[in-house]
């Protein structure tokens, strides 16, 4: 199942970090912390950088690290779980562009979850507003996630594990 969407979702702080993400996460001030990354060693290896500098600030902070590649509806819902359960302020992203569009899937299934998740479309999301701040930290190149922070542009699920 591919979900593809063009038109941005309003967010409240939408932050994007690039080359000086850890420097900045440094300058913020955060106190739920929810970090979503990757299961690549590279993803991880970033995760606990920013674990240890929100940690210097006192944050309460939780982990989830179960994004594939393809990510399953089930690895999605373990992680909107984790954001229901420790209702965090803000919401961090550690990863290549699948484990990013990923993270933005579960904000908005966290603070909609009356979406409609196989029909959702632009329609479903253009008055959309979210209220917990998302930071976004590519463990690659992806540029142009980074840009549209607050934008999902296509999202892959593996259809088979959704049931």
């Known amino acids: 199942m591919v979900i593809?969407?063009?038109?941005p979702i309003a967010a409240r702080s939408?932050?994007?970090c690039g080359v000086k993400a850890l420097d900045y996460l440094k300058q913020i001030h955060c106190s739920k912390v929810v970090i979503v990354s990757g299961k690549e060693p590279t993803d991880i290896s970033i995760a606990q950088k920013v674990h240890s500098i929100l940690q210097e600030q006192r944050a309460e902070i939780s982990d989830?690290?179960?994004?594939?590649?393809?990510p399953s509806f089930?690895?999605?819902l373990s992680g909107v779980a984790i954001?229901?359960?420790?209702?965090?302020?803000?919401?961090?992203?550690v990863g290549e562009e699948a484990v990013i569009n990923a993270v933005k899937m579960m904000l908005l299934l966290y603070e909609y979850p009356e979406i409609d998740f196989e029909?959702?479309?632009?329609?479903?999301?253009?008055?959309m507003k979210l209220q917990t701040k998302l930071i976004v930290i590519p463990a690659d190149s992806?540029?142009?996630e980074v840009e549209e922070v607050s934008q999902?542009?296509?999202?892959?699920?593996?259809s088979k594990m959704k049931n």
């Open 119 to 127: 029909n959702m479309d632009d329609k479903n999301t253009e008055n």
């Open 64 to 70: 989830y690290a179960e994004i594939g590649a393809k």
């Open 142 to 144: 992806a540029a142009a």
């Open 83 to 93: 954001l229901k359960s420790k209702h965090p302020d803000t919401l961090i992203a």
């Open 4 to 7: 593809g969407m063009r038109k």
């Open 74 to 76: 089930q690895e999605l």
């Open 14 to 16: 939408a932050f994007s």
């Open 152 to 158: 999902i542009t296509s999202i892959v699920i593996d």
